[in-house]
Every structure is written in C-alpha cells, then in structure tokens.
C-alpha cells in the first residue's frame, strides 16, 4: 500500500521560506506515468493545487504561486519536496503531498497533511 | 483560472439521494472527462471518490456515481448514512495554464 508521509517546520516567520519533504513507502517515486504534486488547503477553505512533478525532475506550476515555489525530487531517497519564498500569513494552511495520477487527471494517493503556520 | 462552482451546503435525510454540482466551463469540465471526486471528512486529507468522471477507486462504495452534462459535473450519493457528512471537493483538469483546478467545496450534512 502507497503511503506518503510530509515532514518540515510546523512555523514560519514572514518573508522567509517555507520547506517541506514528502517521503513516499511502499512504492517508488520513480514509477512510469505517475506525478507527484503538493495541495495547501487553508484553514477553513477549500483546496489548491501548488504543483506536480514528475521523478525525472520535469515540473508543473500554478501560475498564481509560480514565481515563489520550487519543486524537487530525490529519487534515492524516495522523496519530493516543496520550497515556497516570501510566505506571509495568508500561506498559513495544511500542506498535503500527493500522488499525481498520470497526465494530471486526479490525485489518487494522499498525506496525511501538515499544519505550516506563518508568524513572527 | 477560478475555481469551480460547487454549492456551498446540500443536506438529506438517511436513505435519501442528494446530488452535488459542479459547474467549469468549455476549458475544464465541458472539455475532458477528467472530473474527479473528493470526500473530506474534518481533520483529515481528502479521499479519491471518483475519477474520470464517473469511475469508482476499488473501496468506494457504490453509492457513489458520477455523471457529465455539458460544463457540469455531478456527484450523486444515494442511500445517504451518517458516515457520508462531510465536505466534498470536484476537480478538473484544465488547459489553462493551471492544469489543474479544484471546485469550491460542498459540505453535505446528513439530517
């Protein structure tokens, strides 16, 4: 069973830079035709896509957060992460790591979510 | 890119059937059959309930369909219970530069 699992500070100050890592068991990320992407859903809203990636490194951004997110992979580790710059409070939210299915048609596997908070 | 346009609340009884809609346009939901489904119950990460618009992931159960018309998509739960209060996300691929868009949510309240 496919279990993906996010890692990284649970506080952030403002103007700085959020960094997460998703670690993923039970498969590997290398797989033929599946991407890797993150979702944040802020406290009490909806979801949004972040971005996706695929494990040959090739990446997919919303153009709403695209000029501050990277998204990498490390395929001998297992994991991709996330790096979003300039957060300010309206990042805060609950950060999911999921499996992309392919062509980016549905996210089929998915973390259990971490809580980021940005604050001073 | 917006969102796409869910009902804010539905309720039923138990045992009723409600519908959830979700409406994009020619870009997203009226231009593919990638209309999926997600259930969310409070505290936890959503669950794939549907995909390419009408089909089901192993595990879900059959009370669970869904169905196109146009730049609208459905979720209809049938034989409503208890366990089934909780929010419900569409999404859609799109070929705006978003690639991929979620719907604004529904909270389904079981009666």
């Known amino acids: 069973q496919l279990q993906l699992q996010e890692s990284g500070p649970g506080l952030v100050k403002p103007s700085e830079t959020l960094s997460l890592t998703c670690t993923v068991s039970?498969?590997?990320?290398?797989?033929?035709?599946?991407?890797w992407g993150w979702i944040r859903q802020p406290p009490g809203k909806g979801l949004e896509w972040i971005g996706s990636?695929?494990?040959?490194?090739?990446?997919y951004y919303n153009p709403s957060l695209k000029s501050r997110v990277t998204i990498s992979v490390d395929t001998s580790k297992n994991q991709f992460s996330l790096k979003l710059s300039s957060v300010t409070a309206a990042d805060t939210a609950v950060y999911y790591c999921?499996?992309?299915?392919?062509?980016?048609?549905?996210?089929?596997?998915w973390g259990q979510g971490t809580l980021v908070t940005v604050s001073s | 890119q917006s969102a796409l346009t869910q009902p804010a609340s539905v309720s039923g009884s138990p045992g009723q059937s409600i519908t959830i809609s979700c409406t994009g346009t020619s870009s997203d939901v009226g231009g593919y059959n990638y209309v999926s489904w997600y259930q969310q119950h409070p505290g936890k990460a959503p669950k794939l309930m549907i995909y390419?618009?009408?089909n089901r992931p192993s595990g879900v159960s059959n009370r669970f369909s869904g169905s196109k018309s146009g730049n609208t998509a459905s979720l209809t739960i049938s034989g409503l219970q208890a366990e089934d209060e909780a929010d419900y996300y569409c999404?859609?691929?799109?070929?705006?530069?978003?690639?991929?868009?979620f719907g604004t949510g529904t909270k389904v309240t079981v009666l």
């Open positions: 999404s859609s691929y799109t070929s705006s530069s978003t690639i991929y868009v």
């Open positions: 999921a499996r992309h299915a392919p062509a980016m048609v549905h996210f089929d596997y």
């Open positions: 390419d618009v009408s």
């Open positions: 039970g498969g590997s990320i290398s797989s033929s035709s599946y991407y």
């Open positions: 990636i695929y494990y040959s490194g090739s990446t």
